[in-house]
């Protein structure tokens, strides 16, 4: 939960936040704003009507709560979904009758990977009413060629078309300070060493690049370091420097100073692999069930529906897809959640037993 939402709960009264999760469990399960009557049948304490709309006035000016007519009952704002989902949520089991549909669709005899996803995407749609997104495992077929796209100041596009004809995209939260330009520089700088290699043979590339650049920028600087003309700093952290001291005119040899532009052309050079590693990265991480609530839902861009989804894994415990539910902000989130996450360890195991991803 976000550091002012955490606060916000943390500070209500135990009526606010009995107010509050019965206005948003309400509203969940009817999609209907909720009045203060109603909540006076409900609530753990007896409390008037009167007292309940006043905590339903202090909720709205929090910003948790909005009242969508005159004189109508609460209904909660994306603000408030998303507290709500991130403090007050409580997930139960998968039914019993939604994993047996699950476990069938599982079983189909589909040899074809494409096709049993559909059907496991179908099940999942039906028994959640809402859209499915199942993303197929990750291909580590050889790359054939890589395009970064800026989509915004935190959002990036990374194209990867594989030697197969296969072709992915995947959207990815860019290192700070990177601009368009740089990134068509990453994606010319890793084509020319793409070619044959998948991209996890990628990543060994560049890591061993950037290795070999760290032993000859400390091979040449030792000397320099010994005879007291440069220093290190932040020696142990990710952005070391070598500091030369004095002045420049101090440094009488010829070749110390052809060493210390040698030593800035590596620095740079190590720079770029390592952005171009954290690229590579962040193209391939992912994390567990999320929930993107309303316009939080950039990777879809609709304002009006929330996004449920969980990636799943290989063998290896390495993500290779992904299984969503795409539906109103008002989702039944306490069932959708443990379907989903269900679903996505159940193809991982599939997937994994077939010899998949």
Do not use: C
């Given at each position: 939960m976000?550091?002012?939402?955490?606060?916000?709960?943390?500070?209500?009264?135990d009526?606010?936040?009995?107010?509050?999760?019965?206005?948003?469990e309400g509203?969940?399960?009817?999609?209907?704003?909720?009045?203060?009557?109603?909540?006076?049948?409900?609530?753990?304490?007896?409390?008037s009507?009167?007292t309940?709309?006043?905590?339903?006035?202090?909720?709205?000016?929090?910003?948790?709560?909005?009242?969508p007519h005159?004189?109508a009952?609460?209904?909660p704002?994306?603000?408030?979904?998303r507290?709500?989902?991130d403090?007050?949520?409580?997930?139960?089991?998968?039914?019993a009758?939604?994993?047996?549909?699950?476990?069938?669709?599982?079983?189909?005899?589909?040899?074809?990977?494409?096709?049993?996803?559909?059907?496991?995407?179908?099940?999942?749609?039906?028994i959640?009413?809402?859209?499915?997104?199942v993303?197929?495992?990750k291909?580590?077929?050889?790359?054939?060629?890589?395009?970064f796209?800026?989509?915004?100041?935190?959002?990036?596009?990374?194209?990867?078309?594989?030697?197969?004809?296969?072709?992915e995209?995947?959207?990815?939260?860019?290192?700070p300070?990177q601009?368009?330009?740089?990134?068509?520089?990453?994606?010319?700088?890793?084509?020319?060493?793409?070619?044959?290699k998948?991209?996890s043979?990628?990543r060994?590339s560049?890591g061993?690049?950037?290795?070999t650049?760290?032993q000859?920028?400390?091979?040449l600087?030792?000397a320099?370091?010994?005879?007291?003309?440069?220093?290190?700093?932040?020696?142990?952290?990710?952005s070391?420097?070598?500091?030369?001291?004095?002045?420049?005119?101090?440094?009488?040899?010829?070749?110390?100073?052809?060493?210390?532009d040698r030593?800035?052309?590596?620095?740079d050079?190590?720079?770029?692999?390592?952005?171009?590693?954290?690229?590579l990265?962040?193209?391939?991480?992912?994390?567990?069930v999320?929930i993107?609530i309303?316009?939080?839902?950039?990777l879809?861009?609709?304002?009006?529906s929330?996004?449920?989804?969980?990636?799943?894994?290989?063998a290896?415990?390495k993500?290779?897809?992904?299984v969503?539910v795409?539906?109103?902000?008002?989702?039944?989130y306490?069932?959708?959640?443990p379907?989903?996450?269900?679903?996505?360890q159940?193809v991982?195991?599939?997937?994994?037993?077939?010899?998949?991803?």
């Amino acid at each position: 939960m976000t550091t002012n939402g955490t606060k916000i709960l943390s500070e209500m009264n135990d009526r606010s936040r009995e107010v509050f999760r019965r206005v948003v469990e309400g509203y969940l399960a009817s999609g209907d704003p909720v009045g203060s009557r109603t909540l006076t049948r409900s609530m753990s304490e007896r409390l008037s009507a009167a007292t309940i709309r006043n905590v339903m006035q202090d909720l709205e000016l929090l910003g948790l709560l909005d009242s969508p007519h005159i004189s109508a009952g609460r209904i909660p704002t994306q603000k408030g979904l998303r507290m709500f989902v991130d403090g007050l949520l409580e997930v139960g089991a998968v039914a019993a009758e939604d994993r047996q549909l699950i476990d069938t669709a599982s079983a189909s005899n589909d040899q074809d990977i494409t096709s049993l996803l559909d059907h496991i995407g179908g099940t999942l749609s039906g028994i959640t009413k809402g859209a499915t997104v199942v993303l197929a495992p990750k291909a580590e077929a050889p790359i054939r060629h890589i395009e970064f796209v800026s989509l915004a100041a935190d959002r990036a596009l990374v194209v990867l078309v594989f030697a197969n004809g296969h072709v992915e995209n995947r959207v990815f939260t860019p290192p700070p300070g990177q601009t368009p330009s740089s990134m068509r520089e990453a994606a010319n700088f890793l084509n020319a060493l793409a070619e044959g290699k998948t991209l996890s043979e990628l990543r060994r590339s560049i890591g061993q690049e950037i290795a070999t650049r760290r032993q000859e920028i400390d091979s040449l600087a030792r000397a320099l370091v010994e005879s007291g003309i440069a220093l290190w700093d932040n020696s142990d952290e990710h952005s070391e420097r070598l500091i030369v001291r004095g002045r420049s005119n101090l440094i009488e040899n010829s070749a110390e100073a052809q060493d210390i532009d040698r030593i800035r052309i590596l620095f740079d050079d190590l720079e770029r692999k390592r952005d171009i590693a954290d690229f590579l990265e962040l193209a391939e991480t992912g994390e567990g069930v999320r929930i993107f609530i309303g316009s939080e839902n950039k990777l879809f861009s609709l304002s009006g529906s929330s996004l449920v989804v969980s990636p799943y894994m290989n063998a290896d415990r390495k993500i290779i897809g992904a299984v969503g539910v795409i539906g109103p902000t008002r989702l039944n989130y306490g069932r959708i959640v443990p379907i989903v996450d269900y679903t996505a360890q159940l193809v991982g195991r599939l997937l994994s037993e077939r010899g998949s991803g």
